[in-house]
Structure formats: C-alpha cells, structure tokens
C-alpha cells in the first residue's frame, strides 16, 4: 500500500496556501486537494466552508438550499457547518438569510456586512439578538452610523468591531411618518469592545456630533486598538480617551500626526503600533523621528508624507536617531497606490531602515485594508485571521467524529499562541514575523514544496522503510529514530513558515 502523508503535514499544507494574492480564501486550491484522495477531503472542505462570502440573492438561495437546509444524514454539510467561521454578505442579500445563516451555523465568528439600509428592521435585530452568541468580530459598511448603533445594541458580545460609514453623526431614528426623529444612545456592551476602528467619509463639526464621537471612543474600558480615520475631522487630542483608559492600547491609527498627539502618545506605555493612513503632511514642530513613541515595533506612513515646510534635508539628518528614539521598532510599511507616489524623503528613509536592519514593506491602499485584521496576536506584526480561525471552535483537526455532536464552547485560543520549546521552532516563529518580502503574502505557498515518493520502497514521514532508515542512522550515533523524525518535520514547518500548536508538535 502507497505511504499515506501524515495528516498534521495535509493540514499544514492547505494552511499555508489558504489565502491567494487578494488575501481571499482560495477556493480553486482547496477544490482541487478536496478530489485528491479521501483522506484530503475532509480536511480541504472544512477551509472551503471556513471563509463563505455571499454576493447575490441566488447565491444566498443556493446556500439556503444545500447546505442549512441539508437533511441531517448529510454528514458533510453538517461539517460545513460546523466549520464555518466568517460570513461576508453584499448589499442585496437579504438580512433575514443573515440571521438564518448564524443560526443554523453555531461557530460564525466574525460578519462582515456591507448594507445600504438607512436602519435594520426591528425584527431582524429581535433575531440577531437570540442566535449571535457566537459573534466576536463585526466589520461593517453603512451609510449611517444608525446601523452601527443597531448593530452593537443586538450583539452585546462583540470584542473587536471595524466600520466604514459614509455619515458619521448623532445617530437617530425617525418615527413611522419619518418627521420626528429619536436621539439613539451607545449602548452600554462597548465597555467590552477590545478594538474598535471607525472610517467615516463625512464627519459634521456640530456639537451634537463631537459628542457622540467622543462618547463613542470613551466607552470601551480597557481597548487595545483604536482607529479615527476620517478627511473631515480635525486631529485633536480632545477625540481621545481619558489616559487612564489607554494604558493597555498596543496599536493606535490616525488621520494627522500634530504635536499635541505626539507629546500625548508618549505616555502611553504598550503603545507598539502606529498607522499614520491618510497623512498627507507631517505637522509637527520637531523632527519626526524625535516624536515617534518609544516602544514601537510596527510603524506605517504614507509613502506620499511631505513636511508643511522645506525641511527634508534636516529630516533625512536626523535619522540617525531612529534607533535610539525607538529601539524595538522591526518593520516599517509604506502604502500607496503606485510606485511614482512615493515622497523622496520617504524613499530614503526606507533605504536607512534597511541599512539598519529594519523590514520595509510595501502596500498598496487595498493591501492595508486586508492585512489589518481583528485578531491580534502577542508579536506585532500580526499573523492574519486566516490561521487564528483554526484555533477557534472545534472542530479539532483530526477529530473525525461529527462536529455537531460535540457541546458548543467558547473559543480557547482566541490568540496565536506563540509559546516555543526549543530553538528551532523559536527561529520559525522569528522568521515568519520578519522575513516577509513586500510582495510576499502572510502564508505563501512554499517555493519548494516538500515532495513524498509514491514508491512504498522509499523512505517517507510515514512509512516504515523511511522509519527503519532513521533507526539506522540512530544506531550510528546521529539521532533517535524519533528525533529524526521530529527533526525532519520541522524542517518541512519552517519552509511552510507555519506556527505548529503545542498540542500538535507534543505528538
């Protein structure tokens, strides 16, 4: 009989090839390793169903039809649905097909929704309120910041929201003839928002407005990551919360970089990551690389950031002192919608990055809208959501029984875990925060994928001439048989630039 691949090795695999260039699932990938061989099958159509995006009524029909509505004998799209994690939705698409979709899949963790709806209808938001238990993450297109207020009043678990509004103001709600219109209040859940990033096309600068924006941003309690992006609002410190609130925030993306929010983000002790996004000038009075904080890991500017005056010389002067300002930072991105876009000073900056052992990374606009994902990890740069669902609600990954079976629980690793036992894995884990080139996706397929001979003469991970060999070269003095073995495979994870689990690499 042909040598099976171990099945840590197929998962490992499709992993690392489960996103394509856009940074969207690869469905053409995981259908063709689905027909493979059976022992793939499972495995390739848990990922197929993982990601499900739905852009038409049709297709929200079809879905309704074979997979929520599929017979109970149908064992395979009782997997699906059990393996099904994020749900993306056009505008469209019914909201009812929304509610049935988390409904019927009780491990939706993140929706993603783009809507045209001035405001939800009142029963769909009833709906949502009984079956999102399971929802954790929103992202969230509107024209209005009503939808958002109901959004986040029907789903009181939510820890990390991302929301593009076209209007940002005082949100409220008209009545049944449309004359009279009822101030909506935050709900009192944000206090559990971890992460909250909000772009508005239009921000009005009435006082209604300031303070609903400002109630907005004060609520969360104890947030990681904020976002204030909007080309209509000013860059004041006064849209801040309390510093109190911000001890604990690691990554902070802003519009403007001003003096007042440079001297007030210096006091702020975790802060690891700076996204300056739609900065066109540098207003600041010192030297930008004097007003960056301390502890950053991760800085990314505009490639097209000028200065308000001509100062580009003393600026290049001074940046010999980025390594003193701050010694943790490790990568640098630069976005921008083409190569002819990229500032002079901004070019020799990066060209003193990587004179100093700085990552430079290079984004398009589109890019960093898809690599900011609402799962952070321990290290920043972050590892993309596409390998953190896979530690989310079962099914595990060789749990062959039916997924429905099992209780329902809460996610247990809502982070990657980036513990390490030995030295090689340790490097794995360095090389995948820092060897990415700017062309490179998070999880690339390998440029030499690890090959298994279908002769059952040859040696492979799972045969037992291969295991035989290994115990030969023990014998002379190299290695056990098992750690050769154990050996082998992480040579074959580093290529993969895949985190092995402790409760993977332990067997």
Known sequence: MAPTIPIDIVNAILEAAYLNKDHRPNYEFLARCS???????MHAQRLYFRWVTVRTP???????????????????????????????????????????????????????????LANVPSDILSNLRGVG?????????????????QMLDALPLLTRVDVRLARFDAPALADADGL????????VSIINLRELRLAADVVPVDTATRTSYTALFALPERPEALAFWSPDLPAVPVFLPPLEQLAGLRSLALDAWTDGLSSLLLELPMLAELILQRTTSLRTSKFFVDTLPPRLVHLC????????????????????????????????????????SFAQWVQTFALYCR????????????????????IPVQTIPRVRECTNYSYMAPPALNNTSDPESEPQREPEHQVMPMVTDSDEELA????????????????????????????????????STG????????????????????????????????????????R
């Open 35 to 41: 027909l493979m061989c059976r022992a793939w099958n």
């Open 58 to 116: 049709a297709c929200a029909t079809s879905i309704t039809a074979s997979m929520l509505e599929a017979p109970p004998e149908n064992s395979r799209m009782r997997r699906a649905r059990a393996g099904s994690r994020v749900l993306e939705v056009s505008p469209g698409v019914q909201a009812s097909f929304v509610v049935d979709f988390v409904q019927r899949c009780a491990h939706v963790y993140e929706l993603r929704v783009e809507t045209q």
């Open 133 to 149: 238990s399971s929802l954790r993450n929103l992202r969230l297109a509107a024209p209005s910041s009503v939808v958002l207020v």
């Open 180 to 187: 009279d219109e009822s101030p909506l209040e935050w709900p």
């Open 301 to 340: 500017i505009p490639a097209g950031a000028t200065f308000i005056t001509e100062r580009r010389l003393a600026e290049v002067s001074a940046l010999a002192r980025l390594k003193t300002t701050c010694p943790l930072l490790q990568v640098v991105t630069l976005h921008a919608t083409t190569e002819a």
């Open 355 to 374: 004179a100093t052992g700085i990552e430079v990374r290079r984004r398009t606009t589109r890019g960093m809208i898809a690599e900011i994902d609402l």
């Open 428 to 463: 794995v884990v360095h090389a995948l925060q820092s060897s990415l080139g700017p062309a490179e996706q998070p999880f690339p397929t390998p440029a030499v994928t690890p090959t298994y001979s279908l002769d059952p003469a040859a040696p492979t991970l799972g045969s």
């Open 467 to 506: 295991a035989a060999t290994m115990a030969s070269d023990a014998s002379s003095g190299a290695h056990s048989a098992t750690g050769t073995l154990r050996a082998r495979w992480r040579r074959v994870m580093r290529g993969l630039r895949v985190i092995i689990p402790r409760s993977v690499r332990a």
